[in-house]
């Protein structure tokens, strides 16, 4: 691991992937208050977070390059640790680091899409997944299950549009509200008259 940036975030070789995240998370904590002070604390809180975020970055791609130095069933279980844990950001940021983009990568790409309320791009990594493993029972199922969502999606926003579409053309306007059903002349006649009574008590007087 590269020592200099195991140092800025106070680390010694060997840190995991956890023990980095965390050491990035509370250095970013403390920089982001200092950020605001005046003078020279505030402009070297400005400078080492832009450092802790490029030692963070560098040292998670070490350790994704090493897993994926092998047959790579390390990083993805990974992702689908993080992708459980409910941490899009993470499982993002190592997809991003394979080279080689099989069918598990492209399903697990639309997973992440997914969680992001990304439904066409999700449903376009999965045909992606499909076609590159066509026996693939799951993604298929998942597939299946994604396009019944879309479907069921639509036939309920189509049937609030009508229901809105229904109320707007029908409804009309109670008799109870504001005394009545004012027209828009009478308002007018009302407003008119009301400036001609002060027009004329002011000449009077």
Known sequence: MNKKNLEILGLSEGATADE?????????????????????????????????????????????????????????????????????????????TFNERGGRWHYLQSVVFY?????????????????????????????????????????GQEQAQQTYRGQTMNSQPSEDQMGGSFCASCIECCYINMCINCLCNSCCR
């Open 115 to 155: 969680r992001k309320n990304w439904i066409n791009e999700s449903k376009k990594q999965l045909e992606i997944a499909i076609q590159l493993e066509p026996d693939n029972a799951k993604y298929k199922e998942t597939y299946r299950k994604l396009n019944e969502k879309i479907t069921s999606d639509a036939a």
């Open 20 to 96: 980095i995240k965390s050491a990035y998370e509370r250095l970013r904590e403390r920089y982001l208050e200092e950020r605001f002070h005046d003078g020279e604390v505030g402009n070297n809180a400005a400078i080492m977070l832009t450092k802790i975020e490029s030692a963070y970055n560098d040292l998670l791609n070490e350790i994704n390059e090493k897993s994926l130095s092998g047959d790579g069933q390390d990083a993805f279980g990974r992702v689908e640790q993080y992708l459980k844990e409910g941490n899009v950001q993470d499982a993002q940021r190592l997809l991003d």
